[in-house]
């Protein structure tokens, strides 16, 4: 961790069973977490958030693709030429060392630097190895997939995959018949990713293998709207645009009538995101937009706005919105050779000009027979875009059969039409879940060090436990009591966690540094006198306790996670 605040914080993460570092019995891994406990309930909380949010609100489906994929994949998407950071390595320890990291003090956005540049830059800033001292060799590319092979002794080379998002545009033809070949088409997943990062140095923020939350919101190019717009578009945001401005808050419908963001489809899936992380307990006063410059743009957007948060190690991306335009299914298309289009229906057919493969018969009679006239009909149902290189495959019994230029030619003509393909765009908000938990672990992070007291202030639908419940002590029929208030309460969406030793005080303080938000305790007075039926119930965020009925524990339990205050029970 970079500073006290965050090293405190990850001392309890593993002390109470958030996060634990992997293999720490063979000597750990950079960049390689395992969730605990407390950890594993809290990422889930946070998933189901996100879920209600794209999957309830929106409508959007979810799917679940493979993890291993087969080069063919990542070859179209860029991933295989595209996919690198710059890496260098020390003369003397030969440590490796991200180049553009090592000279971040110099440059506002180092990593668009070339590899020339970087190597310049180490002479003019006399940059040395940050293991050792020694001198650093030169800078070249690294690229940061995890390579393998799909089967024993096979020659088909595989990768773990650096996203999830190509599952879904491999799947784009299964999901666009399921969802009756209409866009808007909104998909989710979530699910691990993996990136052979060359130095991870910054605890969660940067592994090598983590989950990632993505959505895939397959759009008509032409379709600049969205019917929520209206609900939030006199909303304020901040955001960094890269006209060099300095940053700004403004309403959502102001940033896309200035054409600081595109259009109305991505502000609305940014704003999405600022509801999101703010919903699970992020700081609004440290949450803002930055819009990614030009020459720092991934191979494949558009236009692309991180969510950043200030954490103890500066302004952290978290969440990525991007527009991927066309590229995705476009690139898929042509190395696939399938048709990954949208056809997009007239309101009343039109009158209009377009290329229409024509079969050649004088050709295709003598060099075929009586099998020409089924070729020139298969033929003749091509599009223009399935001609490769002046070739065209055809299906013909079960056989693949390649013509050139010979047997078809395209050619324009005039038709009524009922409507045209049109190659889907892509809006992509990509969530980080591992930084996300992170993130809202920094943010309700509460350490008074006078009292030596600490506090995670977390949502309480984000919270790992939802509720402590205790018997003052465990006798008398106190601990009876308590375990069947428990019993009612526990369930997988409202942990529950009994409690019955120390003093009350110390098991509040147990409950306050894990974030539970409530404390139920059973008492003397709980089983007799004009108090008997009753328990206390303990605010995590004042203090302030109520009696309530014991048997209505349940129930006021669920008021207060949809949102019911304290103070008005």
């Known amino acids: 961790m970079s500073n006290d605040s965050g090293g405190d914080l990850f001392s309890l993460c593993r002390r109470r069973g958030f996060v634990w570092p992997s293999f720490e019995l063979y000597g750990g891994v950079a960049g390689m977490y395992d969730y605990g406990p407390l950890g594993s309930n809290m990422r889930n909380n946070i998933v189901e958030v996100w879920r209600d949010i ?24 860029g991933h295989v030429d595209e996919f690198a950071d710059l890496v260098t390595y020390c003369k003397g320890c030969e440590a490796a060392s991200r180049a553009d990291h090592l000279v971040k003090e110099f440059f506002d956005n180092p990593d668009v630097l070339t590899p020339k540049e970087l190597d310049e830059a180490f002479v003019k800033f006399k940059v040395k190895c940050p293991e050792c001292g020694g001198d650093l ?23 773990l995959r650096p996203e999830t998002a190509q599952g879904i545009f491999v799947n784009y033809l299964n999901l666009y018949r399921y969802n009756r070949e209409k866009l808007p088409l909104g998909v989710i997943q979530t699910g691990r990713g993996y990136r052979n990062e060359i130095a991870p140095r910054q605890g969660m923020i940067r592994m090598r293998e983590f989950n990632m939350m993505e959505v895939e919101l397959f759009v008509d190019p032409a379709d600049k709207g969205w019917i929520r717009f209206p609900e939030i578009e006199n909303d304020p945001i901040t955001l960094v645009p890269n006209t060099g401005t300095e940053t700004v808050t403004m309403t959502v419908g102001e940033a896309v009538e200035k054409g600081i963001i595109a259009n109305k489809v991505l502000a609305y899936f940014v704003y999405t995101t600022q509801q999101f992380l703010t919903r699970l307990g992020i700081d609004p006063k440290r949450l803002r937009f930055r819009q990614h410059l030009r020459d720092e743009m991934a191979h494949y957007a558009m236009d692309c706005w991180d969510a950043e948060v200030l954490l103890s190690y500066g302004w ?40 229409k493969v024509k079969a050649k018969h004088k050709a295709l009679g003598p060099k075929f027979k009586e099998k020409a006239k089924a070729i020139a009909e298969i033929m003749e149902t091509k599009l223009p875009s399935d001609v490769r290189d002046g070739k065209l495959a055809l299906d013909l019994e079960d056989n693949e059969i390649v013509l050139d230029g010979e047997f078809f030619e395209v050619v324009k003509v005039r038709e009524k039409v009922s409507g045209e393909r049109v190659v889907p765009h892509v809006i992509e908000p990509s969530h980080g879940l591992d930084r996300i938990f992170y993130s809202v672990l920094e943010h309700s992070f509460a350490y008074d060090k006078e009292n030596d007291y600490t506090v995670l202030r977390l949502a309480p639908e984000v919270a790992p436990i939802k509720a402590g419940i205790f018997p003052l002590m465990e006798k008398d029929g106190m601990d009876a ?53 009753t328990v206390t119930i303990r605010d995590r965020d004042t203090a302030a306790q109520k009696r309530i009925p014991a048997d209505s524990v349940p129930d006021i339990l669920r008021l207060l996670l949809s949102g019911r205050q304290f103070d008005s029970l």
């Open 137 to 159: 060799g030169p800078v070249e590319e690294f690229n940061l997939m995890f390579k393998t092979a799909i089967g024993p002794g096979s020659s088909r080379v595989g990768y």
């Open 54 to 77: 794209y999957r309830g609100r929106e409508g959007f489906i979810e799917i679940d693709s493979e993890t291993v994929n087969p080069r063919e994949v990542f070859k179209a998407s």
């Open 481 to 533: 009591l308590a375990m069947d208030i428990y019993k009612k309460v526990h369930s997988p969406s409202t942990e529950a966690y009994y409690d019955g030793s120390g003093t009350i005080g110390r098991r509040y303080a147990r409950m306050d540094e894990v974030g539970t938000p409530w404390c139920i305790t059973v008492d003397y007075e709980s089983l007799d006198g004009p108090l008997k039926g």
């Open 316 to 355: 952290i991306e978290i969440t990525g919105i991007a527009d991927r335009g066309c590229w995705d299914l476009s690139r898929h298309a042509e190395f696939s050779g399938t048709d990954l289009t949208h056809f997009k229906k007239f309101d009343e057919p039109k009158e209009m000009e377009i290329d």
